[in-house]
């Protein structure tokens, strides 16, 4: 049975910084397109960072130059870096792999970010 457990989440200051972890049992990342995601109250889900297997990464125009998603190649976790971290709506961080060719989808269970002074 796959599965993806985020974690890092947690309270910080305007500013400040969080790493977020994505693990995984069952599955081998290398193989996948790994994504984070978050989800506000009353907001759909949006993509905030992808990167593929051979470390093309996409960004959110609103994180780009603040955030920083990395893997390794052989390995799991999958990170996602904040920095200068905003405060917006509390949202949750999502963690998803991806291989569309095998027709794959796993999410975590997510874990909460909270920016706030």
């Known amino acids: 049975q796959v599965q993806l457990v985020e974690s890092g989440g947690g309270l910080v200051q305007p500013g400040g910084s969080l790493r977020l972890s994505c693990a995984g049992s069952?599955?081998?990342?290398?193989?996948?397109?790994m994504s984070w995601y978050r989800q506000a109250p009353g907001r759909q889900r949006e993509l905030v960072a992808a990167?593929?297997?051979?470390?093309?990464?996409n960004y959110a125009d609103s994180v780009k130059g603040r955030f920083t998603i990395t893997r390794d190649a052989a390995k799991n976790p999958v990170y996602l870096q904040m920095d200068k971290l905003k405060p917006e709506a509390t949202p949750v961080y999502y963690c998803?792999?991806?291989?569309?060719?095998?027709?794959?989808?796993?999410w975590g269970q997510g874990t909460q970010v909270t920016v706030s002074s």
């Open positions: 998803e792999a991806t291989n569309v060719g095998w027709g794959k989808n796993y």
């Open positions: 990167i593929a297997s051979g470390g093309i990464t």
């Open positions: 069952g599955i081998i990342f290398s193989g996948y397109v």
